[in-house]
């Protein structure tokens, strides 16, 4: 089942840093780690010290304490939210990147699909197997509703539709991980 490693590698979070600083950080632009509170450089997506999902452009919290690492695919998108907020690219450079994950979710979501209809009837687990792809395919599905959230900003320009959307895009990534992992453990 070649498309269980690709999923699972697909959302392997990215490499964390090899280490982690003593002190925080002190120059302009840091960001407050919601869940330890220490103060990590700007544009980052996971804190420099407990590696937890970053909040940017607004105080919000995530909406869970769980931490998500977050995927590598999605880092591009990160750091074109953070530079069409501070106007440093066009909301149309912006969407490129946006439409890079878009897709990569959707063929994501077909490769499923595809490969459960092959599954073999005789599989050992085979309704586990299944009733997991189905929880991945679900968790993708709210990936996309959290990326359908961050396309408002091209209607409006506010940059509160990109945080929302980001965590959105965090929450159903964790439980796509989760499921992953299941799934993962699954493999006949």
Same mark, same amino acid.
């Given at each position: 089942?070649?498309?269980?490693?690709?999923?699972?590698?697909?959302?392997?979070?990215?490499?964390?840093?090899?280490?982690?600083?003593?002190?925080?950080?002190?120059?302009?632009?840091?960001?407050?780690?919601?869940?330890?509170?220490?103060?990590?450089? !700007? +544009?980052?997506?996971?804190?420099?010290?407990?590696?937890?999902? %970053? #909040?940017?452009?607004?105080? =919000?919290?995530? @909406?869970?304490?769980?931490?998500?690492?977050?995927?590598?695919?999605?880092?591009?998108?990160?750091?074109?939210?953070?530079?069409?907020?501070?106007?440093?690219?066009?909301?149309?450079?912006?969407?490129?990147?946006?439409?890079?994950?878009?897709?990569?979710?959707?063929?994501?979501?077909?490769?499923?699909?595809?490969?459960?209809?092959?599954? !073999? +009837?005789?599989?050992?687990?085979?309704?586990?197997?299944?009733? %997991? #792809?189905?929880?991945?395919? =679900?968790?993708? @599905?709210?990936?996309?509703?959290?990326?359908?959230?961050?396309?408002?900003?091209?209607?409006?320009?506010?940059?509160?539709?990109?945080?929302?959307?980001?965590?959105?895009?965090?929450?159903?990534?964790?439980?796509?991980?989760?499921?992953?992992?299941?799934?993962?453990?699954?493999?006949?």
């Amino acid at each position: 089942m070649d498309f269980l490693s690709s999923l699972i590698q697909s959302f392997a979070p990215a490499a964390p840093q090899p280490e982690i600083p003593e002190e925080d950080y002190e120059g302009p632009g840091g960001q407050i780690c919601p869940a330890c509170q220490r103060v990590s450089p !700007p +544009a980052q997506a996971l804190c420099s010290f407990c590696r937890a999902p %970053l #909040a940017f452009l607004t105080e =919000a919290a995530p @909406e869970s304490e769980e931490l998500v690492l977050i995927p590598d695919f999605y880092q591009p998108l990160f750091k074109a939210c953070h530079a069409v907020a501070e106007k440093k690219i066009t909301p149309e450079e912006w969407s490129l990147q946006w439409e890079s994950v878009v897709q990569r979710l959707e063929e994501m979501a077909e490769d499923i699909d595809r490969n459960v209809q092959k599954l !073999p +009837a005789r599989v050992p687990q085979r309704q586990h197997i299944l009733d %997991l #792809a189905t929880q991945v395919l =679900a968790g993708i @599905e709210k990936a996309l509703q959290g990326l359908d959230t961050m396309a408002l900003f091209l209607e409006n320009e506010h940059p509160e539709c990109l945080n929302r959307g980001w965590m959105q895009l965090v929450a159903a990534t964790g439980g796509i991980q989760r499921a992953a992992a299941q799934l993962a453990a699954s493999r006949p």
